[in-house]
Each structure stands twice: as C-alpha cells, then as structure tokens.
C-alpha cells in the first residue's frame, strides 16, 4: 500500500502551519510578534504597486505531493505564508560527517550553534533580497502571465523567509529573534546595511536579468538548499526539502523565460530572411534581443552566481561538513564513505598564473565541489536551449564561460580569464569587457523594450508566448485581475 | 487494436528539476539521465502523485497507442512524437460517431482542465491497494452483451468478486486489469483501466463485487479485422474465470455525498460507465434530497447506446435524461445529432443549473466531445451574461467540474 498520509496545514490559526504551533506559546508569540515586521516589509519592499491585484498563486493546503499547489486568484499581502516542513523521516540518520550513523539531531547539538546560526542566516537572507531586487518588474512585464510567475517567485521567496526565521526563532532564543529582525532591516543594494552575499546586492533592471537571475541565482539557491536538506539536523533538513518543491517553479520560470526570449528573436529574424546572428544592429530593428548580447547576459548573471559559491577550499565549509551540518549535492546518491578523510577532489587553481587542476583535500574542496555540479546542472538548460535554437534553424550556440571569468571571490580573483577560459593581461581583458558582459548602449537597448503588456493572451514582441499555460489554463487566462 | 494512454513527460516544457522523481511513490517508475526525465509504462500506476507537483506541466503529458514507448524511445526524444492515428473500424469524424476504444484506455486523468481536486463532499477514495507485483485475483461472476446482436458495437456488462480480498471503491474511481501472457518481445502486458460501472456497495448491494463495461475494439491490420487485445480479453470471459486486477485508482472524478448537490452528466459510450454507478447509488439511497441528476448520453442509435433498456426503467425524479442518437436511419447525415447539439435545446435547465453552487458538471468518453461541449457551455453562458472561463475556474477550484476521456 502506498497511499499517502496527508499532512494537513492548519489555517486557523494567523500563520499557516503543519508544526503544531498553537501547542509552543512562547514560539506562537514570538513569531505573531515578528509578524507585521514582515507585513510592513512586503508592503514596502515587495512588488511595487501590485498589492490591491488579485493574483493566480497556489498556495499549499498540504506537503503531500497531492496537496500543496491549490491555485486561486488572492491579493498577495493575503497570501498565507506559512511554516510547512516535509514530513519526518522516521529513524533518519545523519547521513555524513564525523556523526555518520548517529540519529538526527531535533535540537541544535551545543558545540555547533553559532555555526549553525551563520548557515540559515545566510540562507534566509538571500530570501527577502530577491524580492527587493525584483520590485520593479511588474511596471514592464511583458504579459499577465509573466507577471504572475514573478509574483509566485515573489511570495515564495517570501515563505522561504518565514521558513529560515522559524528555525531562528524556535531554536535559537534571543539571538535568534535577533537575527529575525536583522533579516528584514538589511536592504538588498543599500550601502548602510546591505544583503549579506554579493549577488544580492546587484539590481534586476529587466526582465531579461530577472530570468537569467531565476535560472541562474536561485540555481545556487537551489544547490544550497540540496546540501541543506543532507543536514544531520533534523529540523532544517525538513524544512529545506519542503523549499525544494517549490524552488523548482523558480528554476521553470527562467529557463522558460529565456527560452522564449531566444525563441522569439530566432522566430523574428526568419520572418524577416536574417540568417547572421550577429547582424545586431538589424536584428534590433526587429524589436527583439540579439543572441549574442543574450550570450554577454548569461556570462554576467553565471559569473556573479559562481561567486557565491565561496572560496573553492574553504575551512568553513570544510567544518559545517565534517559536523554533519551541510552535505554535497545529492549525498544519498553518492557511493563514498561520506566522510572524505581519506578522499581527494580535483581544484582548479591559480599556479603561475595558469589555470591548473590539483588534487585536494576533498573535505577542503567542498565548495568548489558544489560549484562544479551547480555547472552541470546550469548546462543543462543551456544545452536545451541551443536545441531551440537549432530547431529554428538558426546557426548559435550559447555557452557557459570558464568558471574562472569575471570572479570577485576565490582562486580566480586576482586573474583576468575570458569567457573562454584564456587567461590575459588586465588591459587585454578591460579593452574586451563590452564583449563578454552588456555593456552600457545594450542594457539601453534592452531597457527600451521593457513596455508592459497587460492584454489577456498577449504578449510583448521580444518575448514569445508560453508553451503550455500555469495549471493547464488557458491562453487567455487572466492571471493578473487588473480591474 | 489494443490501445494504452500511456503517461509521457514533454522533454520541450520538462526542467529537470526531478521534483517528479522525487514524489513518485514506486521506485523506478520515473527516471532520468543527464538528457530526459522518462516514465516507466510498466511500472506507472497513474497514481498521479507527480503531476501537481510538477512546475512545467510537462508531466501532464499523454499519448494514445498500440505499444508502449520505451525507455529508450523517450530518453532519444527532443520533442513529444505527435498522436498517432489509432485505426478503429467503426470510427468516423465527429464527437461522437465512435465510442469505439473507450475503456481500454479510460483512466484518471483529466488532462486539458487543470488541476481539479474532488468535489467538497465526496467520500474519501483509497487507491493502490492492488499492484502489478500483488494483484488481486478476482472471479468473473457475469459477462454478458449488452448491446443488441448484429449491431456494431459489442459493449459487454462483466461482473467481477472480489471473494475475501479488500477491493473498496466509489463511484467514479477505475480499477486496472492485467491481461494474462506476454507480448512480441516476451513482456508482461500493460494494465488496462476501466472505470467501475457500479455503486460502492456492489453490483448487488452488500457483495463484494463490481461492474466494468467494456467495448470490444476492432481494427483493421494486415488485411484482417483484428481484436484489441484487452478489451477482447475482457469480452470473452467467462463465468468463474480468474482476472488480475489492480487498483483501485482516481481520486478527483467522485460523486458528492451530498444529497442535495446536482449532477450534470455528459458522456458518449462507455463513458457512461461511472454514471451508471453514480445514478445507482442515489436509486438505493431512495431519492431524498433536492440533488438533480441531468445525463446527456449519446450513441449512434438505440441498440448500441449500452444499458438502453434500464435506463428507460427510471423515472426522470431520479435522472432527467437526454438520449441522442447520431446514426439513426431516417435522420440523413446532415443532420446527424450529438450531445452538443441537445445541450444546446436545454439550454434553459442547463443555465439555471450553472447558477446554483451546489451543481457538479462530469464529463466521461472520447476526447473529441470535450470541444463541443465545452463551446456549447461558452455560448448558453454568454446568451446570458455568465463568463463561462470565469465560472468555470471556479467550478474547478471547488472540485465541481471533471473530465475524464480519451
């Protein structure tokens, strides 16, 4: 028998939940407490002007498969951002580390609070800032229904902010009220008190970023959330797998998105006979983005995001490993002793100034460990898209660059490496920046074709329409009620 | 012909993202490599656990065929093959001209209307008690041809006990039968579903038995009529044989508990089969209640419209119905009338029905009637000023509106 338990949300009480928080009063207060912080903090900092629309969001009613992506039309500050966990794996073990085989911690073990802390910390933070960096969008999105994608995105990211301040709240006291706080006084691209990670601090100026950002960033949201969801301790496991399920829509939004940007460009130069990608400047006459400055974008948004990986050998990461905090991509999956004492993973370095590949401690490279399948993963989506554009005919390959070009943080921070991966002189590389990443007339041109697109069904002309509708709605659907 | 809806994942709209693999509940059932994300035919149960938890919607993806796509059929994909023409010797064009694969294909999907959950009242279904690896071994206790001699459809009524083994269900859910043997490459074959034709409590009150009506399918092949391989299967049973059966499935295409709730029913064929369960259980519950019942059934003529005969026998108190009939002799073929066409003649009933909150609209049997019947919704509604989408999005959020065809 393999009917599913469902694991009912209570909706009673003023946060949605399935962890029995009526039963904790000192909890219950505490985040009731936190709560119109966070209401204020979405009126204020969350999309801008888009507050009185109703929109078409699920909502989870249940963490079951069957349960949790209910859909109605709702006024996003009404959204019901609860406290949702996967449900508990009974005998769960920490699954590597030094504690390897030991059962699961459901409180935090004492010697690894602060480490702890810091981890869902980081996490939580790059939660709200997304949708700081994202607020503008709604005045130019290209139709209703991208609209209403960037608005799941938005209140999801939002959920994923009360997720990470329940763990705060419930399991580590003041501090961690503390913390809580922090989380909605920090401002993403503020210089007073800026968002923690560096990405998150960039701004979201067009649609075009904002799906290469959801393709690209919450990518490395997603990776994190993955080595989380290992962690030996039991509550944040839980909570990250269930963040999973819904990062995933995330990951649909900008790898669609950016397919039907190139899709549309590929459809407008074979209705008007251009075959030569690089005939920019008549391909921008059309009303649609070039592919090559498609490409200088994904170099832009994937560079930034290799940084947040951190330093490829890391003595933090190396810690939270070795405590059984935070695991590697699909850990489960992998067939090692987990625990890496004895283990070596290949590094690219920095050795006279050449790119070179060394064995190192692999408890050390966790990082750049995560960094290498975040890559595998990216590519993916870059090789479907080059089958869309294959498929229409069009002779252009997208490519990822060298996971050594443009990096702030890490092995490669004091090199200048091409997209393609040739190390060159810091003139070489400053005389050629317009090449690998938009430069000022290409985020012009790309601006001026951020012109919204608030008919039913319709779409703006540098994007095509979507495959198949959210939900299986139809074409018309209106998903964004403006009246 | 022996025909499969067999559940594929659109390699064009699919992410990756393995949120499908993640929640299926059989091992193996889903699986990937570093291009696509593939659905085993023969471990898939349709228990559908994966579909609303999908981002892309490319796990709603479905093919109607003769054998099954294999592994490595979808791992070669970039694109979803288009449908097959499936060859039917009694099909013509039109919604309902052809009830002809029907049940050997039936099953719990309700593609094209989204993510609908069940009606508010309904009672809570189990599913997969029964698998492929421990089926349940039912015994044939009736089988008999239901439609009249000579006439091209061969629809049969087949009774099923269930002995000693737990097989609960309600109405509108389906069960899977597994036909004995192998195929060509020496595989066991796929399970084919058919929705119960019969009320929770049997097909006689308080025995632990059901109904299955079951079309049996013919196709032209190599220059010979050939049998469909379940549905023939099925058709030949014979009193006290053994069938594996696996199940039960469907979640979402229940009747409310409610007495009051009505019931539009709209089918063609065999998709009459879970209203026949659904009119049965109000019969026995005796009626009480407001809940009006209004079947929209269509066949081609009398003889072959399955369960002709009792339907008579009811009084319209209990089931208002509309029988059409597209192929009867003195009617040319212009003028040839489909479910459609007398939705539109009750227009009126239908209307007020709309209105009223506690109204379930179902629809059960071949693909082609959903358009018809979905514009004939449209313009009843918009003659008076009701925005069908609109109401429609609602019915389905309440779990008021289902589709269930092939």
């Known amino acids: ?483 | 012909m022996t025909a499969l809806r067999q559940h594929l994942i659109d390699p064009e709209v699919c992410i990756r993202c393995n949120t499908c693999e993640e929640n299926c509940p059989i091992e193996g059932a889903i699986e990937h490599n570093e291009d696509n994300y593939v659905v085993n035919a023969d471990l898939c149960n349709y228990c559908m656990s994966c579909i609303s938890p999908c981002p892309t919607g490319a796990i709603d993806s479905w093919r109607v065929v003769e054998n099954a796509y294999s592994l490595d059929d979808q791992y070669s994909w970039d694109e979803l093959p288009e449908q097959i023409e499936i060859q039917d010797s009694g099909a013509e064009d039109g919604s309902e001209a052809s009830e002809s694969e029907a049940t050997d294909i039936l099953e719990i999907a309700h593609a094209g209307n989204g993510i609908v959950p069940a009606p508010a009242t309904s009672s809570k279904p189990r599913i997969n008690l029964w698998t492929r690896e421990k089926p349940a071994r039912a015994t044939v206790t009736g089988n008999y041809r239901i439609t009249e001699e000579g006439t091209e459809s061969d629809i049969h009524h087949i009774v099923l006990d269930f002995g000693a083994q737990s097989f609960p269900v309600l109405e509108g859910q389906s069960i899977g039968i597994i036909p004995p043997g192998t195929d060509a490459k020496g595989k066991p074959h796929q399970v084919r579903l058919y929705s119960i034709a019969s009320p929770r409590d049997g097909e006689r009150p308080g025995y632990n038995n059901l109904a299955l009506t079951v079309k049996r399918v013919t196709f032209e092949a190599d220059g010979a009529t050939q049998e469909g391989l379940g549905s023939g299967y099925m058709c030949n049973l014979k009193k006290n044989d053994e069938v594996m059966v696996t199940g039960p499935f469907g979640s979402t295409f229940l009747m409310p508990n409610d007495p009051d709730a009505n019931l539009i029913m709209i089918c063609t064929g065999t998709g009459a089969a879970p209203f026949r369960g659904m009119t049965e259980r109000r019969r026995r519950l005796g009626g009480h209640g407001k809940g009006k019942m209004l079947l929209f059934f269509g066949a081609r003529s009398p003889s072959e419209l399955p369960y002709f005969g009792p339907l008579q026998k009811l009084p319209k108190s209990l089931l208002d119905q509309e029988l059409v009939f597209s192929r009867i002799s003195n009617i040319d073929d212009s003028n040839k009338e489909y479910v459609q066409h007398r939705m539109a003649k009750r227009a009126e009933d239908l209307a007020a029905l709309l209105n009223d909150e506690n109204t379930h609209i179902y629809v059960c049997g071949l693909k082609g009637m959903e358009q018809g019947v979905e514009e004939t919704f449209n313009s009843l509604c918009a003659d008076r000023g009701l925005d069908w989408p609109q109401l429609r999005q609602q019915l389905r959020n309440d779990g008021r509106y289902h589709i269930e065809t092939y």
């Open chain 1, 1 to 483: 028998m393999s009917e599913s338990v469902r694991v009912e949300v209570n909706y009673d009480d003023l946060i949605p939940n399935n962890v029995n928080l009526s039963s904790d009063r000192r909890l219950l207060k505490a985040l009731e407490e936190w709560h119109p912080g966070y209401i204020d903090w979405w009126k204020d900092m969350g999309p801008e002007g888009w507050n009185d629309k109703e929109v078409y969001l699920r909502t989870a009613v249940g963490v079951d498969p069957k349960g949790w992506a209910v859909f109605d039309h709702v006024k996003m500050p009404d959204y019901r951002w609860g406290v949702l966990l996967a449900p508990k794996v009974e005998g769960r073990t920490i699954p590597f580390g030094k504690h390897k085989g030991e059962p699961v911690w459901e409180e935090v073990p004492a010697e690894y609070r602060s480490m702890l802390r810091r981890l869902i910390v980081i996490q939580g933070d790059t939660e709200p800032a997304s949708v700081e960096q994202q607020r503008h969008l709604g005045a130019t999105a290209p139709s209703l229904y991208d609209m209403r994608n960037l608005f799941q995105v938005n209140v999801e990211e939002g959920r994923h902010l009360w997720a990470m301040v329940y763990l705060l709240v419930k399991y580590f006291g003041k501090d961690g009220r503390e913390e809580a706080k922090m989380m909605l006084e920090r401002r993403s691209g503020n210089d007073d008190k800026p968002r923690i990670l560096g990405a998150f601090n960039e701004e979201t100026p067009d649609w075009l970023s904002f799906f290469m950002f959801t393709y690209f960033t919450d990518r490395d949201g997603k990776m994190q959330l993955e080595s989380l969801a290992q962690s030996g301790f039991d509550p944040l496991s839980r909570t990250t797998r269930f963040m999973l399920t819904e990062e995933a829509h995330h990951m649909f939004v900008g790898e669609s998105g950016v397919q039907r940007v190139l899709e549309r460009t590929c459809d407008a130069m074979n209705e008007a006979g251009i075959s030569d990608p690089y005939d920019i400047e008549a391909i921008r006459a059309l009303g649609v983005i070039d592919l090559p400055t498609i490409q200088k974008k994904l170099n832009f948004h994937m560079s930034v995001t290799h940084d947040l990986f951190g330093a490829e050998l890391s003595t933090n990461a190396a810690a939270a490993f070795e405590a059984g905090l935070k695991g590697r991509f699909k850990e489960e999956k992998l067939e090692d002793d987990h625990q890496l004492y004895n283990e070596t993973y290949p590094v690219m370095q920095v050795v006279d100034g050449q790119l070179v590949e060394k064995d190192e401690n692999a408890i050390a490279a966790i990082n750049s460990r995560l960094l290498d399948d975040y890559i595998t993963d990216a590519k993916g989506g870059i090789k479907r898209w080059n089958k869309a554009i294959a498929k229409l005919g069009i002779d252009f390959e997208l490519k990822a660059p060298h996971k050594a070009f443009n990096r702030k943080i890490g092995q490669f921070s004091d090199i200048n490496v091409t997209p393609e991966g040739e190390v060159v002189d810091a003139d070489t590389f400053t005389a050629n920046l317009e090449n690998y990443m938009p430069s000022e007339a290409d985020l012009v041109f790309i601006n001026g074709l951020m012109k919204p697109c608030y008919e039913r069904g319709q779409y703006a002309g540098w994007i095509k329409e979507p495959k198949v509708g959210i939900n299986s709605q139809p074409g018309d659907f209106e998903y964004v009620r403006l009246a």
